[in-house]
């Protein structure tokens, strides 16, 4: 699959397709019929493994693992489109027993042992496909991912082909379905603090941001748009498709955490998804917020049963019950305030930070996550680190010390435009393991060193753990602290803390999966890094730094969503509750319209 990597571009001279090896870019306003024949390797047999070259391994649970090559074809939005793949020829390789899929769990649990039945038939066919709407260079767009399955187990026999003819044949809409460019930044707030939001769009505006403010009550009271809706954030989310279509609008800033109380209550609400893993039933999405269409361009409201239950997948579900597309429409980040001084110390923040030039410095703290080979916490803040030319990695790393909050402080006192941390998590607390040394922690980073973080320079905080940008928790309602009672979680308190602290924060709201462990080129970059950085949070994270450090981009929010939109490309289909964990729970935490390292 890195024939499905992003950086060499080849121009097809015909019918308008333009790729960079995996995407293919169709341009053309009439109908299409793109051919294509794809030549692979010969599968290399190594033991019990397959491999091929310009392939990814399909690991999935209770499966065997077999390379997959994926195809991306970025089409019109609102196209309609059919996709035909067939093997060129096939041969059988004979009895090989492959190796299973270990079973996925989130940092801090048990990786168990994989198996699978003998006589299943897997993949089932040569190839499918996923279809999913969504933002592409802040372009709407189809996005159309094409999974050939060149190597596939029939009941204890392995037969494989080298090569595929395909097509793909497509019909843009009569008209484009997106004119309107009214307004770039869409502010989500109570009406109370519609005046307190003023220097902010002064600041923006000054920018060339175009900023529209609606207050959250003129919304539903049908002010702008009709109201639309089951409950209030349903009907959030229909106000931000209207605006996407009647405005232009591009990023969305949602202003309102959880509001002050015994009983749970929001300034702007948040949506519950309930896909059960790892003894999580339910957890907050704002990606939700963020995926307004579906690949045929109509409103994907994650609840296509209509029964109340949104992203349904329950503990004796067998598979999920609700349609999801996934992919990004909208940049979406939100400022979690709990009241209208912490909007005004992030107004205040945001206006310093874009006014100023930052450093070319990230700290990056890790160490030994997991018994298997490797210290992921090391080699994923090392690829971060490699995504981002020019600047210098202050490591905070158990191979040169203890990792500790002082020292991730004296590394922010110096100066740095990232901060990046890969391990464990909770909403108070993230730490790691010293080589070997699983049975303590280091210090690491808890909630309560932040008041003393007087750093000058704002960073970008990326959090990798468990429930680390958990923004639902009071000091009556904390799950996942150990029973230790807190009123807001680590990630929000870092990036809202006064006089030091962050700019804004990344991190997830439930258990994201983790892939320590070798079972081949995860990602199908053509390099076959450790797991740790071709699947899970730590891939996760990884593309957030590909996105600003490698792809351009330059807007907090466009780097969030080319993450998730990475993530989803790869490893939504087929679906696995840890991925739908992965991809729903990351969250940004911060104003998605910033631009990382200011004007």
Aim: net charge negative; with cysteine.
């Amino acid at each position: 699959m890195k024939s499905l990597a992003l950086c060499v571009a080849i121009l097809f001279v015909t019918m308008g397709a333009m790729s960079t090896m995996n995407h293919v870019s169709i341009t053309d306003e009439e109908t299409v019929h793109h051919n294509e024949h794809i030549a692979l390797s010969e599968p290399v047999t190594e033991t019990t493994t397959i491999s091929m070259d310009n392939c990814g391994s399909l690991a999935v649970e209770h499966r065997p693992v077999v390379p997959v090559y994926t195809r991306t074809y970025i089409l019109p939005a609102g196209s309609t489109f059919t996709v035909e793949a067939h093997p060129v020829e096939v041969n059988t390789l004979g009895n090989i027993e492959l190796p299973a899929s270990p079973i996925r769990s989130p940092p801090g649990f048990t990786i168990g042992e994989g198996s699978y039945d003998a006589d299943i038939v897997y993949p089932e066919t040569w190839y499918t496909y996923d279809a999913k709407g969504g933002m592409v260079n802040g372009q709407h767009v189809t996005i159309l991912s094409l999974y050939l399955y060149p190597v596939r187990y029939v009941a204890g026999e392995v037969i494989a082909t080298d090569s595929f003819e395909v097509t793909v044949s497509y019909e843009p809409p009569a008209q484009p379905l997106f004119a309107n460019d009214a307004y770039d930044l869409l502010i989500v707030c109570p009406n109370a603090w519609e005046d307190d939001i003023e220097p902010l769009v002064a600041h923006k505006e000054s920018h060339g941001i175009k900023t529209k403010v609606v207050c959250l009550e003129c919304m539903l009271n049908g002010e702008y748009f009709e109201v639309q809706g089951r409950d209030t954030a349903e009907k959030l989310k229909y106000f931000i498709k209207d605006a996407v279509e009647e405005w232009g609008i591009q990023y969305v800033l949602l202003v309102g955490g959880r509001k002050p109380g015994v009983q749970e209550d929001w300034f702007i609400p948040v949506r519950y998804v309930h896909v059960f893993w790892a003894d999580e039933h339910q957890y907050m999405s704002d990606l939700y917020y963020a995926d307004i269409y579906d690949a045929n361009y109509l409103f994907s409201s994650w609840d296509t049963d209509s029964n109340g239950v949104y992203s349904e997948w329950g503990k004796f579900d067998t598979q999920l019950k609700d349609e999801l597309d996934l992919y990004p429409d909208v940049y979406v980040g939100r400022w979690a305030c709990r009241s209208s001084a912490e909007l005004k110390i992030m107004i205040e923040k945001t206006i310093s930070y874009e006014s100023t030039t930052a450093s070319k410095r990230i700290v990056l703290a890790g160490g030994d996550n997991f018994e298997m080979e490797g210290i992921e916490g090391e080699i994923v803040c090392d690829k971060s680190l490699s995504y981002l030319p020019g600047f210098e990695g202050e490591k905070v790393y158990v191979s040169n010390g203890d990792v500790t909050s002082a020292r991730m402080k004296a590394g922010l006192d110096k100066g740095a435009a990232f901060i990046h941390l890969h391990g464990h998590g909770s909403p108070i607390y993230w730490s790691t393991h010293k080589v070997n040394g699983f049975d303590q922690w280091e210090d690491g980073l808890k909630v309560y060193d932040l008041p003393l973080f007087f750093n000058k320079e704002y960073p970008i905080a990326v959090i990798g753990g468990c429930h680390t940008a958990m923004f639902n928790m009071s000091l009556t309602v904390h799950p996942w602290t150990g029973g230790i009672p807190w009123p807001e979680g680590i990630s929000w308190w870092f990036a809202r803390k006064w006089n030091g602290g962050a700019i804004a924060a990344l991190g997830y709201t439930a258990f994201p999966v983790a892939t320590p462990g070798e079972d081949g080129d995860l990602d199908g970059d053509g390099v076959n890094d450790p797991d740790c950085a071709e699947s899970g949070y730590g891939y996760m994270q990884l593309e957030f730094f590909k996105a600003y450090g490698m792809e351009g981009r330059q807007y907090l929010g466009e780097c969030w969503a080319y993450a998730v939109g990475s993530y989803t490309d790869h490893f939504k289909i087929p679906y696995e509750r840890y991925h739908l964990h992965t991809i729903q729970a990351f969250v940004l935490l911060g104003d998605p319209s910033l631009k990382i390292g200011g004007y």
